[in-house]
């Protein structure tokens, strides 16, 4: 099974800040990588597919980018409602594999 | 617009059975591998497997693979997810999703406890 590790689990932001979350592999999956957002009592919902594609609707702030075993989200000008835990998942092999998250907090 | 409702959840007592559903909307249900994923209280996510068009190839997570059983009837739109022996290490919510993961529905608690 394909381990994925995310860094940090979480951190401290600032409205307008740029933010870098990472996610690394254990073994290489190659671009099959998706990122989720998850605000309190709601659902995962789809950022990015496929390393650095974005889903329908997501503000172009939010970037995916990786090959192999690193990978990296960003949100370019952090906003109040991006404050929330962001998931990465692998499915380059089965089962496909979340990473532990990353909590994004206010200052 | 995609919609996925799951139902069913509640508060089972250990060893016991529980089947879940999820009923889909707002797209052809029956193009679609669906699957299921776990979140435990406070905790990460878990994906728990997944069920091609036409029911023919079921992948699960190994760790699940002699308790959980994933079912779909395309007549009725609806996903299934049948759990046996369960223990207080499957209380989580349960979340039915497309199996790409871009679509999910709104989740359903499941409590093992005597």
């Known amino acids: 099974e394909t381990v994925m590790t995310q860094s940090p689990t979480s951190m401290s932001t600032s409205i307008g800040e740029r933010v870098t979350l990472n996610c690394k592999a254990s073994?290489?999956?190659?671009?099959?990588v998706d990122w989720y957002q998850q605000t309190p009592g709601q659902s995962p919902k789809l950022l990015i597919y496929?390393?650095?594609n974005r889903h329908t609707g997501v503000p172009d702030r939010f970037t995916g980018s990786g090959f192999g075993r690193d990978f990296t989200l960003t949100i370019s000008n952090m906003e109040a409602e991006d404050l929330a835990v962001y998931y990465c998942?692998?499915?380059?092999?089965?089962?496909?594999?979340f990473g532990g998250g990353t909590k994004l907090e206010l200052k | 617009e995609v919609k996925l409702v799951e139902s069913g959840g509640g508060l089972v007592q250990p060893g016991r059975s529980l089947k879940l559903s999820c009923a889909a909307s707002g797209f052809n249900f029956n193009d679609y591998w669906m699957g299921w994923v776990r979140q435990a209280p406070g905790k990460g996510l878990e994906w728990i497997g997944e069920?091609?068009?036409?029911?023919?190839?079921?992948n699960y997570t190994p760790s699940l693979k002699d308790k959980f059983t994933i079912s779909r009837d395309n007549a009725q739109n609806t996903l299934y997810l049948q759990m046996s022996k369960l223990g207080s290490e499957d209380t989580a919510i349960y979340y039915c999703?497309?199996?790409?993961?871009?679509?999910w529905g709104q989740g359903v608690m499941v409590t093992v406890s005597s």
């Open positions: 496929g390393a650095s």
């Open positions: 998942l692998q499915y380059g092999s089965i089962p496909p594999t």
């Open positions: 069920i091609n068009k036409d029911s023919s190839t079921i």
């Open positions: 999703a497309r199996a790409s993961l871009d679509y």
């Open positions: 073994q290489s999956v190659g671009i099959n």
